[in-house]
Protein backbone atom coordinates (compact mmCIF):
# COMPACT_ATOMS: atom_id res chain seq x y z
CA UNK A 1 0.00 0.00 0.00
CA UNK A 2 2.79 2.15 0.79
CA UNK A 3 4.51 2.05 -2.60
CA UNK A 4 1.52 2.87 -4.45
CA UNK A 5 0.61 5.81 -2.29
CA UNK A 6 4.39 7.34 -2.96
CA UNK A 7 3.96 6.22 -6.85
CA UNK A 8 0.80 8.38 -6.69
CA UNK A 9 2.28 11.30 -4.38
CA UNK A 10 4.99 11.15 -7.66
CA UNK A 11 2.67 11.44 -10.20
CA UNK A 12 1.09 14.81 -9.54
CA UNK A 13 3.09 17.66 -10.17
CA UNK A 14 6.12 18.52 -7.82
CA UNK A 15 6.39 22.73 -8.29
CA UNK A 16 9.54 22.59 -7.51
CA UNK A 17 11.02 20.35 -9.97
CA UNK A 18 8.83 22.05 -12.31
CA UNK A 19 10.20 25.59 -12.03
CA UNK A 20 13.56 24.58 -12.46
CA UNK A 21 12.55 22.54 -16.01
CA UNK A 22 10.89 25.76 -16.75
CA UNK A 23 13.68 28.02 -15.83
CA UNK A 24 16.42 25.68 -17.52
CA UNK A 25 14.40 25.69 -20.75
CA UNK A 26 13.93 29.81 -20.31
CA UNK A 27 17.53 30.73 -20.33
CA UNK A 28 18.66 27.66 -22.93
CA UNK A 29 16.01 29.48 -25.74
CA UNK A 30 17.77 32.30 -24.82
CA UNK A 31 21.17 31.17 -25.62
CA UNK A 32 19.73 30.02 -28.90
CA UNK A 33 18.54 33.59 -29.22
CA UNK A 34 22.07 35.11 -28.39
CA UNK A 35 23.73 32.60 -30.64
CA UNK A 36 21.68 33.87 -33.38
CA UNK A 37 21.88 37.13 -32.63
CA UNK A 38 26.00 37.02 -32.81
CA UNK A 39 26.09 34.71 -35.88
CA UNK A 40 24.26 37.51 -38.22
CA UNK A 41 26.78 40.19 -36.00
CA UNK A 42 29.43 38.46 -37.48
CA UNK A 43 28.15 38.16 -40.63
CA UNK A 44 27.31 41.80 -40.64
CA UNK A 45 23.43 41.95 -40.51
CA UNK A 46 23.01 42.97 -36.76
CA UNK A 47 22.88 46.81 -37.53
CA UNK A 48 24.04 47.68 -34.29
CA UNK A 49 27.11 49.21 -33.20
CA UNK A 50 29.22 47.33 -30.47
CA UNK A 51 29.01 49.46 -27.03
CA UNK A 52 25.29 49.10 -27.92
CA UNK A 53 24.94 45.82 -28.36
CA UNK A 54 27.28 44.65 -25.35
CA UNK A 55 25.02 46.88 -23.22
CA UNK A 56 21.85 44.86 -24.40
CA UNK A 57 23.38 41.35 -23.97
CA UNK A 58 24.98 42.08 -20.83
CA UNK A 59 21.04 43.42 -19.81
CA UNK A 60 19.53 40.46 -21.41
CA UNK A 61 22.01 37.77 -19.31
CA UNK A 62 21.85 39.76 -16.39
CA UNK A 63 18.17 39.42 -16.17
CA UNK A 64 17.52 35.99 -17.71
CA UNK A 65 20.38 34.99 -14.44
CA UNK A 66 18.22 36.79 -12.27
CA UNK A 67 15.21 34.91 -12.94
CA UNK A 68 16.73 31.89 -13.00
CA UNK A 69 18.03 32.08 -9.76
CA UNK A 70 14.64 33.31 -8.60
CA UNK A 71 13.04 30.54 -9.86
CA UNK A 72 15.07 27.78 -8.18
CA UNK A 73 15.46 29.54 -4.71
CA UNK A 74 11.91 29.01 -4.33
CA UNK A 75 11.12 32.76 -3.61
CA UNK A 76 8.10 32.34 -5.96
CA UNK A 77 6.05 29.15 -4.84
CA UNK A 78 3.83 31.30 -2.69
CA UNK A 79 2.39 33.07 -5.95
CA UNK A 80 -0.05 32.23 -7.99
CA UNK A 81 1.97 31.79 -11.04
CA UNK A 82 5.15 30.43 -9.35
CA UNK A 83 6.89 30.26 -13.11
CA UNK A 84 6.16 34.59 -13.50
CA UNK A 85 5.00 32.91 -16.87
CA UNK A 86 3.18 35.79 -18.28
CA UNK A 87 6.40 38.41 -17.05
CA UNK A 88 8.48 36.04 -18.90
CA UNK A 89 6.49 36.32 -22.25
CA UNK A 90 6.03 39.75 -21.85
CA UNK A 91 9.91 40.34 -21.73
CA UNK A 92 10.93 37.85 -24.07
CA UNK A 93 8.43 39.58 -26.44
CA UNK A 94 10.49 42.83 -25.95
CA UNK A 95 13.94 41.33 -26.36
CA UNK A 96 13.07 39.31 -29.83
CA UNK A 97 11.41 42.52 -31.30
CA UNK A 98 14.31 44.56 -30.13
CA UNK A 99 16.58 42.10 -31.88
CA UNK A 100 14.16 42.03 -35.11
CA UNK A 101 14.81 45.63 -35.12
CA UNK A 102 18.01 45.75 -35.63
CA UNK A 103 18.15 42.96 -38.44
CA UNK A 104 16.79 43.63 -41.94
CA UNK A 105 16.37 39.95 -44.33
CA UNK A 106 16.44 37.55 -41.13
CA UNK A 107 14.12 39.38 -38.86
CA UNK A 108 11.69 36.56 -39.02
CA UNK A 109 14.26 33.75 -37.72
CA UNK A 110 15.21 36.04 -34.98
CA UNK A 111 11.79 36.15 -33.54
CA UNK A 112 11.32 32.75 -34.01
CA UNK A 113 12.47 31.48 -31.54
CA UNK A 114 9.65 33.42 -29.68
CA UNK A 115 7.55 30.03 -30.39
CA UNK A 116 9.35 28.22 -28.22
CA UNK A 117 9.03 30.55 -25.75
CA UNK A 118 4.94 30.62 -26.40
CA UNK A 119 4.77 27.14 -26.02
CA UNK A 120 6.86 26.76 -22.94
CA UNK A 121 4.89 29.43 -20.96
CA UNK A 122 1.53 27.40 -22.53
CA UNK A 123 1.77 24.54 -19.45
CA UNK A 124 0.86 27.73 -16.86
CA UNK A 125 -1.07 30.15 -19.04
CA UNK A 126 -4.49 29.54 -20.08
CA UNK A 127 -5.90 29.72 -23.07
CA UNK A 128 -7.58 33.02 -22.92
CA UNK A 129 -4.28 34.77 -21.82
CA UNK A 130 -2.28 33.04 -24.56
CA UNK A 131 -4.17 34.28 -27.35
CA UNK A 132 -3.95 37.92 -25.49
CA UNK A 133 -0.19 37.16 -25.57
CA UNK A 134 -0.55 36.32 -29.29
CA UNK A 135 -2.02 39.85 -29.81
CA UNK A 136 0.21 41.50 -27.61
CA UNK A 137 3.01 40.06 -30.01
CA UNK A 138 1.63 40.49 -33.07
CA UNK A 139 1.08 44.50 -31.84
CA UNK A 140 4.56 44.46 -30.85
CA UNK A 141 5.79 42.96 -34.13
CA UNK A 142 4.08 45.75 -36.15
CA UNK A 143 5.65 48.43 -34.08
CA UNK A 144 9.06 47.01 -34.52
CA UNK A 145 8.17 47.06 -38.27
CA UNK A 146 6.77 50.19 -38.39
CA UNK A 147 9.79 51.94 -36.73
CA UNK A 148 12.74 50.10 -38.71
CA UNK A 149 10.75 50.91 -42.18
CA UNK A 150 10.76 54.59 -40.90
CA UNK A 151 14.02 54.08 -40.49
CA UNK A 152 15.63 52.19 -43.56
CA UNK A 153 12.72 52.16 -46.29
CA UNK A 154 15.02 51.68 -49.05
CA UNK A 155 16.12 48.71 -47.73
CA UNK A 156 13.31 46.74 -46.76
CA UNK A 157 10.19 45.62 -49.11
CA UNK A 158 7.43 46.80 -47.80
CA UNK A 159 5.29 44.22 -48.91
CA UNK A 160 7.84 41.31 -47.84
CA UNK A 161 7.39 42.70 -44.33
CA UNK A 162 3.89 42.58 -44.28
CA UNK A 163 3.41 39.11 -44.83
CA UNK A 164 6.07 37.85 -42.61
CA UNK A 165 3.83 39.32 -40.27
CA UNK A 166 1.03 37.98 -40.83
CA UNK A 167 2.59 34.78 -41.01
CA UNK A 168 4.38 35.81 -37.40
CA UNK A 169 0.76 36.50 -36.34
CA UNK A 170 -0.99 33.32 -37.70
CA UNK A 171 1.23 31.25 -36.10
CA UNK A 172 1.40 33.24 -33.07
CA UNK A 173 -2.43 32.61 -32.48
CA UNK A 174 -2.03 28.77 -33.54
CA UNK A 175 0.41 28.41 -30.76
CA UNK A 176 -1.52 30.08 -28.64
CA UNK A 177 -5.28 27.76 -28.79
CA UNK A 178 -2.52 24.84 -28.83
CA UNK A 179 -0.86 25.89 -25.68
CA UNK A 180 -4.70 26.33 -24.10
CA UNK A 181 -5.13 23.14 -24.64
CA UNK A 182 -2.05 21.56 -23.24
CA UNK A 183 -2.50 24.01 -20.22
CA UNK A 184 -6.53 22.17 -19.67
CA UNK A 185 -4.82 18.59 -20.13
CA UNK A 186 -2.25 19.06 -18.19
CA UNK A 187 -4.53 21.15 -14.97
CA UNK A 188 -6.90 17.95 -15.75
CA UNK A 189 -3.99 15.54 -15.29
CA UNK A 190 -2.89 17.35 -12.48
CA UNK A 191 -6.42 17.16 -10.51
CA UNK A 192 -6.72 12.94 -11.56
CA UNK A 193 -3.03 12.30 -9.78
CA UNK A 194 -4.59 14.71 -6.64
CA UNK A 195 -7.63 12.79 -6.31
CA UNK A 196 -5.46 9.68 -7.16
CA UNK A 197 -3.40 9.88 -4.00
CA UNK A 198 -6.14 11.31 -2.18
CA UNK A 199 -7.93 7.96 -2.97
CA UNK A 200 -5.30 5.57 -2.11
CA UNK A 201 -4.46 7.84 0.80
CA UNK A 202 -8.14 6.81 1.80
CA UNK A 203 -7.69 3.42 1.31
CA UNK A 204 -4.10 3.03 3.21
CA UNK A 205 -6.05 4.69 6.00
CA UNK A 206 -8.67 2.07 5.71
CA UNK A 207 -6.58 -0.65 5.86
CA UNK A 208 -4.96 0.63 8.59
CA UNK A 209 -7.59 1.66 11.20
CA UNK A 210 -10.34 -0.10 12.87
CA UNK A 211 -13.84 -0.33 11.57
CA UNK A 212 -15.87 0.21 14.62
CA UNK A 213 -13.20 2.15 16.88
CA UNK A 214 -11.17 4.30 14.35
CA UNK A 215 -8.18 2.84 16.11
CA UNK A 216 -5.09 1.59 14.62
CA UNK A 217 -5.98 -2.19 14.00
CA UNK A 218 -3.57 -5.09 14.88
CA UNK A 219 -1.46 -4.84 11.76
CA UNK A 220 -0.54 -1.18 11.74
CA UNK A 221 0.41 -1.88 15.28
CA UNK A 222 2.71 -4.59 14.56
CA UNK A 223 3.63 -2.66 11.70
CA UNK A 224 4.89 0.46 14.50
CA UNK A 225 6.10 -2.47 16.98
CA UNK A 226 9.11 -3.41 14.07
CA UNK A 227 9.59 0.25 13.65
CA UNK A 228 10.48 1.39 17.46
CA UNK A 229 12.47 -2.37 17.49
CA UNK A 230 14.43 -1.52 14.94
CA UNK A 231 15.14 2.13 16.92
CA UNK A 232 15.71 0.97 19.73
CA UNK A 233 18.73 -1.74 18.37
CA UNK A 234 20.10 0.57 16.41
CA UNK A 235 19.66 3.97 18.29
CA UNK A 236 18.71 2.54 22.13
CA UNK A 237 15.73 4.42 22.02
CA UNK A 238 13.54 2.71 24.91
CA UNK A 239 10.20 2.07 23.93
CA UNK A 240 7.13 0.09 26.55
CA UNK A 241 3.93 -1.58 25.87
CA UNK A 242 0.64 -1.62 27.72
CA UNK A 243 -1.22 -4.64 26.79
CA UNK A 244 -4.93 -3.53 27.91
CA UNK A 245 -8.33 -5.69 28.41
CA UNK A 246 -11.74 -4.34 29.83
CA UNK A 247 -12.67 -6.61 32.28
CA UNK A 248 -15.84 -8.80 32.37
CA UNK A 249 -16.83 -7.50 28.96
CA UNK A 250 -18.76 -10.72 28.08
CA UNK A 251 -21.30 -9.59 30.66
CA UNK A 252 -21.56 -6.04 28.81
CA UNK A 253 -22.61 -8.24 25.95
CA UNK A 254 -24.69 -10.43 27.45
CA UNK A 255 -26.58 -8.71 29.60
CA UNK A 256 -26.90 -4.97 27.56
CA UNK A 257 -26.27 -6.48 24.21
CA UNK A 258 -24.09 -6.23 21.78
CA UNK A 259 -24.67 -2.33 20.76
CA UNK A 260 -24.23 -1.60 24.22
CA UNK A 261 -20.71 -3.42 23.75
CA UNK A 262 -19.77 -1.05 20.66
CA UNK A 263 -20.66 2.05 22.34
CA UNK A 264 -18.12 0.99 25.30
CA UNK A 265 -15.56 0.27 23.05
CA UNK A 266 -16.02 3.64 21.16
CA UNK A 267 -16.08 5.48 24.39
CA UNK A 268 -13.08 3.69 25.84
CA UNK A 269 -11.13 5.00 22.84
CA UNK A 270 -11.75 8.16 22.75
CA UNK A 271 -11.17 8.53 26.79
CA UNK A 272 -7.34 6.99 25.60
CA UNK A 273 -7.28 9.30 22.57
CA UNK A 274 -7.68 12.50 24.37
CA UNK A 275 -5.03 11.73 26.97
CA UNK A 276 -2.36 10.22 24.62
CA UNK A 277 0.85 12.19 24.17
CA UNK A 278 2.06 13.13 21.03
CA UNK A 279 4.12 10.41 19.47
CA UNK A 280 2.35 7.77 21.39
CA UNK A 281 0.23 4.96 19.52
CA UNK A 282 -2.99 3.57 20.25
CA UNK A 283 -4.50 0.35 18.54
CA UNK A 284 -7.45 -2.01 19.02
CA UNK A 285 -5.66 -5.55 18.92
CA UNK A 286 -9.23 -7.38 18.54
CA UNK A 287 -12.15 -7.59 20.50
CA UNK A 288 -11.98 -6.13 24.06
CA UNK A 289 -8.00 -5.73 23.94
CA UNK A 290 -6.24 -3.02 22.56
CA UNK A 291 -2.43 -2.05 22.66
CA UNK A 292 -0.93 1.36 23.63
CA UNK A 293 2.82 1.72 22.61
CA UNK A 294 4.95 4.37 24.32
CA UNK A 295 8.11 5.63 22.95
CA UNK A 296 10.90 6.82 25.03
CA UNK A 297 9.21 5.29 27.71
CA UNK A 298 10.69 2.61 30.27
CA UNK A 299 8.58 -0.07 32.32
CA UNK A 300 8.49 2.44 35.50
CA UNK A 301 6.88 5.71 33.35
CA UNK A 302 4.84 2.94 30.97
CA UNK A 303 2.97 1.95 34.71
CA UNK A 304 2.42 5.20 35.72
CA UNK A 305 1.22 6.13 32.03
CA UNK A 306 -1.42 3.13 32.49
CA UNK A 307 -2.77 3.74 35.83
CA UNK A 308 -3.94 7.22 35.06
CA UNK A 309 -5.59 5.50 32.21
CA UNK A 310 -7.16 3.11 34.30
CA UNK A 311 -8.08 5.64 37.12
CA UNK A 312 -9.74 8.31 34.41
CA UNK A 313 -11.43 5.32 32.81
CA UNK A 314 -13.18 4.66 36.30
CA UNK A 315 -14.74 8.26 35.85
CA UNK A 316 -16.50 7.25 33.06
CA UNK A 317 -20.22 5.99 34.14
CA UNK A 318 -23.02 4.56 31.69
CA UNK A 319 -26.13 3.78 34.09
CA UNK A 320 -27.64 6.40 33.72
CA UNK A 321 -27.50 6.11 29.53
CA UNK A 322 -29.20 2.67 30.36
CA UNK A 323 -25.51 0.72 30.20
CA UNK A 324 -23.41 -1.00 32.89
CA UNK A 325 -22.80 1.96 35.69
CA UNK A 326 -18.98 1.21 35.04
CA UNK A 327 -16.40 -0.77 33.07
CA UNK A 328 -13.10 -1.53 34.91
CA UNK A 329 -10.00 -2.92 33.49
CA UNK A 330 -6.71 -4.25 33.72
CA UNK A 331 -3.34 -3.73 32.21
CA UNK A 332 -0.40 -5.28 31.17
CA UNK A 333 3.01 -3.96 30.71
CA UNK A 334 6.79 -4.53 29.41
CA UNK A 335 9.41 -2.74 28.60
CA UNK A 336 11.42 -3.90 25.27
CA UNK A 337 14.48 -5.47 26.42
CA UNK A 338 17.57 -4.98 23.42
CA UNK A 339 16.98 -7.86 20.84
CA UNK A 340 14.15 -9.75 21.67
CA UNK A 341 11.28 -10.11 19.21
CA UNK A 342 8.35 -7.98 19.20
CA UNK A 343 6.50 -11.28 20.19
CA UNK A 344 8.59 -11.37 23.23
CA UNK A 345 7.68 -8.13 24.44
CA UNK A 346 4.62 -8.88 23.58
CA UNK A 347 4.06 -12.27 25.32
CA UNK A 348 5.71 -10.41 28.22
CA UNK A 349 3.05 -7.83 28.54
CA UNK A 350 0.17 -10.73 28.14
CA UNK A 351 2.03 -12.07 31.22
CA UNK A 352 1.41 -8.82 33.62
CA UNK A 353 -2.04 -8.51 31.55
CA UNK A 354 -2.51 -12.41 33.37
CA UNK A 355 -1.14 -11.05 36.89
CA UNK A 356 -3.66 -8.65 36.67
CA UNK A 357 -6.38 -10.31 36.33
CA UNK A 358 -5.70 -13.14 38.40
CA UNK A 359 -4.95 -11.00 41.05
CA UNK A 360 -8.82 -9.76 40.95
CA UNK A 361 -8.79 -7.02 37.80
CA UNK A 362 -8.97 -3.45 37.89
CA UNK A 363 -5.27 -2.76 38.03
CA UNK A 364 -1.74 -2.51 36.58
CA UNK A 365 0.90 -5.34 36.62
CA UNK A 366 4.12 -5.14 34.79
CA UNK A 367 5.53 -8.95 33.73
Known sequence: MNSELRQAESLTFNETRLLRRHGRSAVAIMGMHTLLCLVYYRMGAFQISPQWGSL???GLWVSMLSY???LISGATLRLRDPSLSLPLIIYCVVVFMTSGYYVDEFRLSVVTLFFAVLLLVSFQLSGKVMVGVAMFSSAAYAAMLWLALDDRWVQLSFSVEVLQWLVFTMISISFAITGGSI????RNLADKNRELAKGLEQVREMAI?????GLF???HLLEVLNRQKALADRKKVPFSVCYVDLDHFKQINDHYGHEWGDRVLRRFSQVVIADMRDGDYFGRLGGEEFLLILPQSNEEGALLVAERLRKRWSQEQFGQEGGPSSVSLSVGV???HDNESVDDVLNRADQGLYRAKSSGRNQSQVA
Open 56 to 58: LLG
Open 68 to 70: FLL
Open 183 to 186: HRLR
Open 209 to 213: RDDLT
Open 217 to 219: NRR
Open 334 to 336: AAY
